[in-house]
């Protein structure tokens, strides 16, 4: 049996203004926001194409979360988002508050990529496939 990804799920201590950033930056939809019975504000997003869920939560209650951490480390490390024009999406990304971390980057025949740093210090990578003769990507 194949498996699909269901989530990835985000903790936030405000996890409505980094669902509204995530609108803002990737076209995501909000689902729903609601508070769960674990006492945590609960945010559902899709991706704007439909094909990833993502959950966005605050602590539950009396639970103590630890710092996030945009540098490269082990475990769930980034997640990615295709680009068509890396530049123009650095510029509207910082503008929207994250930070660049690395990048543009030229991978030796692949992509272009990038990575920022976004709310609650997640690690977020810009992806632009590789432009052949006559502009097609592969």
Not at 23 to 29: G, R, S
Not at 78 to 107: K, Y
Request: glycine share 12%; aromatic share 8%.
């Amino acid at each position: 049996m194949g498996y699909r990804i269901n989530h990835i799920h985000l903790k936030s201590q405000d996890p409505r203004k980094t669902a509204e950033w995530y609108v803002n930056a990737f076209d995501f939809q909000i689902a729903s926001d609601e508070t769960r019975v674990f006492g945590d504000r609960f945010v559902r997003c899709r991706s704007a194409d439909g094909g990833i869920n993502v959950n966005i939560s605050g602590a539950r209650t009396n639970e103590k979360l630890g710092s996030g951490n945009a540098l490269p480390h082990h475990g769930l490390e980034h997640f990615g988002f295709d680009s068509t024009d890396i530049e123009a999406d650095i510029a509207r990304l910082t503008g929207l508050g994250a930070r660049l971390l690395e990048g543009p980057t030229q991978v030796p025949n692949g992509p272009r990529i990038a990575f920022l740093q976004g709310p609650d210090d997640t690690r977020l990578e810009l992806v632009e496939a590789r432009k052949i003769a006559g502009g097609a990507c592969c």
